[in-house]
Structures are given as structure tokens and as C-alpha cells.
């Protein structure tokens, strides 16, 4: 079904050394709960618990012993979060922030640069970017192999980006080797998704896009959500072109169905102000 569950086995390999540690041979309620309640955000506590919650179900099927925490030990759940669309002066303090990264000297700050920036620039899902190998760059595109919904498809490239792409790959070769992966650590091995968000992290709450641990902020998956606002922004306001962009823009994103696509699409003032001056317009003529 395209779901590949990678921060729910990120969180149960947690609670089961904490389970273990204890010395719990099964899931238990109390050590579920007081390892959930330690998460910064009630948000965060809750999304932990149901992780938990939904492996005991499936386990206790086999074997009884196994506790099934109850629901909304933390309240009900959190509204669907709303996305952080970034203005164009917070992109380039994030890229600057990425290009401070030590070793100052080493191939690390350019890596996160590129990396953020081509997350911008195409609305790659940061799984797909950091399953890019180096002979998916072609000319003028990438070959995305492994989509969410194991869809390959052909993304575009501008001018620009290729270039930042050239940039990187003439500094990646002293380091990767024989490696395929586009993005490499300072050891020449894959870049892994758990040390990039904790990177992200570091550098969104230095540059004062986001407060402590726990509080609200820009994730990595709204640069995502920012590229689909930017592109609709950038679309020219009437009805025939708009049908074709949104068809487009879906397909560029690699969704499923184009419902899919909606989701990305969130108010902006720009965006508000085309609809009014739409409306205006179609008044207008409607009077005359």
C-alpha cells in the first residue's frame, strides 16, 4: 500500500529496549505509558503510545500475556497539523545554516545544502531524495525509482539545480568512492533519513524557525508543501490553465490520484489575492 512505517519501527525498537531493560518479556501498560509520557509534546506522547498500541494488538493475538494500553491516555487526538510554508528569505537562512555545518572544510555542509535545496526545488519526498543513486542524474532530470507507491517517474530538473547537483558531485567523488548513493556521509556511506531530521532540527531551531524540542514548527516535509504552494502561486490565474498546472503538479509530486495533490494546497496571500481578483472579474462580466 506505499506505507514503508519507518518512525513507528524507529519508536518501537525504542520502547522495546526500554521494555527490555526492565526486563518485560511482554508489553505493559504502565512501562508503555510512563515511556510515551516522556516525549517532549502531548502530540509527540500520543503518537508513541499508538505505535505501541497497535504492535500489542496484533502480538496479543498470538499471545494474551501481552497488555493493550488503552486509547487517548493523553486526550484526544491533535488536529491534523498544519503545514509551515516557507518564505524564500527562511529557505535561505536554513541553507545558510546548513552551509555553516562542521567540518566547515569537509564535504557535510555542501551535502545538507544540496540536499535542502533540492528538496525545494523539485518537492522530492526525502525518502525518494536519499534513495537517489548517482546514475539516476540525467541531463536535464532524475530518475525517481522508489516512490512511495512504487511508481518510477521522470522529474525535471531546472538549470540551476543541476548545476548545485555538479557542485556537489565534483566534491562527493574524493569521499564516496564505489558508493551508488547520491548523498554520502564524511565515511562514504548512505546518508541515513534518522540523521538528516535530526540535522534539519538542529539547524530550523538555530535559526529561530522553530523553539525547543516539543514546540511547533517547520518539518522537513513542508519544504514539500511549500513547493506546491510556490508552483500554484507561480501558475497563471484562469480556469483552463489552473486544470492543467493542478494535473501537472500531481503527477510531477508522484501522487496516486489528484485528490492526493489538494492536500499539499494551503492559503497564502497571493494566492488570495488571485482569487479575488478572479472573482472580480467574473462579477464583472457577469454585470456587463
Not at 518564505?87 to 545544502?113: F, G, K
Not at 525545494?120 to 519526498?125: C, E, F, Q, S
Not at 525518502?127 to 518510477?152: G, M, N, Q, Y
Request: aromatic fraction near 6%; proline fraction near 7%.
Amino acid at each position: 500500500m506505499g506505507f514503508q512505517f519507518r518512525v513507528p519501527a524507529m519508536l518501537l525498537r525504542a520502547f522495546a529496549r526500554r521494555a527490555e531493560a526492565l526486563g518485560d518479556r511482554h508489553v505493559r501498560t504502565q512501562t508503555a505509558i510512563r515511556w510515551a509520557a516522556e516525549a517532549p509534546s502531548p502530540g509527540q506522547r500520543a503518537y508513541r503510545l499508538a505505535a505501541v498500541r497497535r504492535f500489542a494488538r496484533h502480538a496479543a493475538a498470538e499471545d494474551p500475556c501481552h497488555e493493550i494500553p488503552p486509547a487517548r491516555v493523553f486526550g484526544p487526538a491533535p488536529p491534523r497539523r498544519l503545514p509551515h510554508i516557507f518564505a524564500q528569505e527562511e529557505i535561505q537562512r536554513l541553507l545558510a545554516a546548513a552551509s555553516a555545518l562542521s567540518p566547515t572544510d569537509s564535504l557535510r555542509p555542501l551535502t545538507y545544502v544540496t540536499l535542502f535545496a533540492l528538496l525545494t526545488a523539485t518537492g522530492l519526498r526525502i525518502s525518494e531524495a536519499l534513495a537517489l543513486r548517482v546514475d539516476d542524474i540525467t541531463p536535464c532530470a532524475l530518475w525517481i525509482r522508489h516512490t512511495k507507491f512504487k511508481k518510477s517517474r521522470l522529474v525535471p530538473l531546472h538549470d540551476s539545480a543541476r548545476r548545485g547537483l555538479d557542485r556537489y558531485l565534483a566534491r562527493r567523488k574524493r569521499v564516496a568512492g564505489s558508493e551508488s548513493a547520491l548523498f554520502v556521509t564524511l565515511r562514504g556511506t548512505p546518508l541515513r533519513y534518522r540523521t538528516v531530521i535530526g540535522t534539519f532540527l538542529t539547524l530550523v531551531r538555530s535559526t529561530g524557525l522553530r523553539r525547543v524540542p516539543g514546540s511547533p514548527g517547520p518539518r522537513i516535509h513542508d519544504l514539500r508543501h511549500t513547493f506546491a504552494v510556490r508552483s500554484l502561486e507561480a501558475c497563471a490565474c484562469n480556469t483552463g490553465t489552473v486544470a492543467h498546472h493542478m494535473l501537472a503538479l500531481s503527477t510531477y509530486l508522484g501522487h496516486a490520484h489528484i485528490e492526493d495533490t489538494y492536500r499539499y494546497l494551503h492559503a497564502t496571500p497571493q494566492l488570495l489575492r488571485d482569487i479575488t481578483d478572479a472573482s472580480e472579474a467574473l462579477a464583472q462580466g457577469a454585470a456587463s
